[in-house]
């Protein structure tokens, strides 16, 4: 028996710590839970996390300018690529130390 289940929020955990992150658009607003990223569509009253997570608590993200790829950094400096339309993780790298800031330039 199959079932059409999607996980669409993270019940019983509440922003921490690091930066928001508004959509190029402005109608969606991406804030860390935890170990994964949340967002809140601010035109709908809806809110979807996303499928992948980090290993640690997210310490900080960043979405590219044309919405298509968000990294997130966790608390030991391990990153993840996201293609964030998908929710699909494209790589993982590590910076071998906490990151305090991430942005992406505004040509992307």
């Known amino acids: ?11 019983g955990t509440v ?11 402005g109608g969606s607003l ?6 994964r990223v949340t967002v809140f569509d601010l035109e709908n009253s809806k ?8 290993s640690k608590n997210i310490s900080c993200i960043a ?3 044309n919405a298509t790829i968000l990294i997130t950094v ?3 400096g391990r990153a993840l690529l996201i293609n ?3 929710g699909v993780v494209l790589n993982h790298f590590n910076f071998k130390a906490e990151v305090e800031a991430l942005e992406f330039s505004p040509c992307g």
């Open 30 to 35: 991406l804030s860390p839970v935890g170990n």
């Open 47 to 54: 809110s979807v996390t996303l499928p992948c997570e980090n």
């Open 1 to 11: 028996m199959k079932f059409g289940y999607k996980f669409s929020n993270l019940c």
């Open 63 to 65: 979405l590219s300018p």
């Open 74 to 76: 966790d608390e030991d």
């Open 15 to 25: 922003y921490g710590a690091g930066n928001l992150q508004f959509s190029p658009d």
């Open 84 to 86: 964030y339309r998908r």
